[in-house]
């Protein structure tokens, strides 16, 4: 378990001075992500809020070697950094014991680059893959991925007298993922820090490729007050809406488990997102999303238990 005082004693790698929103969910994961990593590291990342908010020219908050590429592919990019990285180690050309990250956002991971993200665990490469999942496309004016949950409003799933939000279920990339079976991989958020600061360093020294999808509430996207991050990132797990776990060797095992487990209104409820909901006929969308949170959950217990 790490400890406050030993992550605070290193230069921070990702600094403050960027453009990221007050209360903003992925500039709290970058920074904690690296604060974790305990060797020197490389990090790529994929065009989204995190990387067009922190690498404005001629300034960067990464103060570690940092590669930008396109919206798509930002794990083949450190497959191939990590690929250069064995071959001049092998020559003896490289003596130090690097790590690669890999950051992308919802859009760049659950959706276009899912490809890229297939191949590199495939593959093999010993890659961590961090993504922020903010739930929707959030650079480029708050368009739904196939991250969003059901219900939220979002530009492209505009709540109205037509469809309250997004009218379908979200992808479950972390499963996904696990149907690769990489080396590692977990679901985490930046309320329980030292929950993430854990997996980040098992996902680095596990052998082989890592995956970290990292609840990352957005103040701007969400519409709640900056203060409310921390708290609603705390909520998403409360409620079960995003479960803490992880799979290693063939075995689930939940992380942080809910001593009470809250209903999906505390959660919804201090969202503008969500708003319509309930003034939506029955509030049939919100019994939709709670039988699908209890479902995804109740499977989750009986993995782990079978574990
Ligand atoms: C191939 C391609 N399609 C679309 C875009 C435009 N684009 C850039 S970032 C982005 C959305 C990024 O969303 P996400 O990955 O969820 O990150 P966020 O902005 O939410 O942090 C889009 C659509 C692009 N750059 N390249």
Redesign the pocket.
């Known amino acids: 378990m790490a400890k406050l005082k030993e992550l605070a004693l290193p230069k921070e790698k990702f600094v403050g001075g960027h453009r990221g929103c007050a209360g903003c969910g992925?500039a709290i994961i970058a920074r904690q992500v690296l604060m974790a990593a305990e060797n020197p590291v490389v990090v790529g990342c994929?065009?989204?809020?995190?990387e067009?908010f922190s690498t404005i020219y001629p300034y960067s908050a990464w103060k570690v070697p940092y590669i930008h590429n396109?919206?798509?592919n930002v794990a083949a990019t450190m497959a191939g950094v990590e690929a250069a990285y064995k071959a001049l180690k092998r020559k003896g050309k490289i003596t130090k014991d690097l790590r690669f990250i890999a950051f992308?956002?919802?859009?760049?991971?659950y959706d276009?680059g899912l490809q890229a993200l297939s191949g590199m665990i495939e593959r093999r490469h010993r890659v961590l893959y961090v993504c922020?999942n903010?739930e929707?496309?959030?650079?480029?004016g708050i368009?739904r991925?196939s991250a969003t949950p059901r219900g939220a409003h979002t530009t492209t799933s505009p709540a109205g007298k037509v469809i309250p939000g997004k009218p379908q279920l979200r992808k479950n990339l972390t499963e996904i993922v696990i149907a690769h079976e990489p080396a590692y991989a977990a679901q985490t958020t930046f309320a329980y820090w030292n929950d993430l600061v854990t997996k980040v360093r098992k996902a680095l020294n596990a052998d082989g490729p890592s995956f970290l999808n990292i609840y990352a509430p957005?103040r701007l996207g969400w519409a709640y007050p900056p203060e409310k991050t921390v708290k609603i990132s705390k909520l998403a797990v409360e409620t079960c809406i995003w479960p803490l776990y992880e799979y290693e060797n063939g075995k689930y095992r939940i992380t942080v488990k809910p001593k009470e487990k809250k209903p999906i209104t505390e959660f919804l409820k201090l969202q503008g997102r969500f708003n319509h909901l309930f003034k939506w006929k029955d509030q049939l969308p919100i019994q939709e999303f709670q039988k699908e949170v209890d479902y995804i959950w109740e499977r989750l217990l009986k993995r782990a238990e079978a574990s």
């Open positions: 992925a994929a065009t989204g809020c995190l067009v396109a919206f798509e992308g956002g919802d859009g760049g991971t276009i922020y903010n929707a496309y959030m650079n480029t368009q991925s957005c």
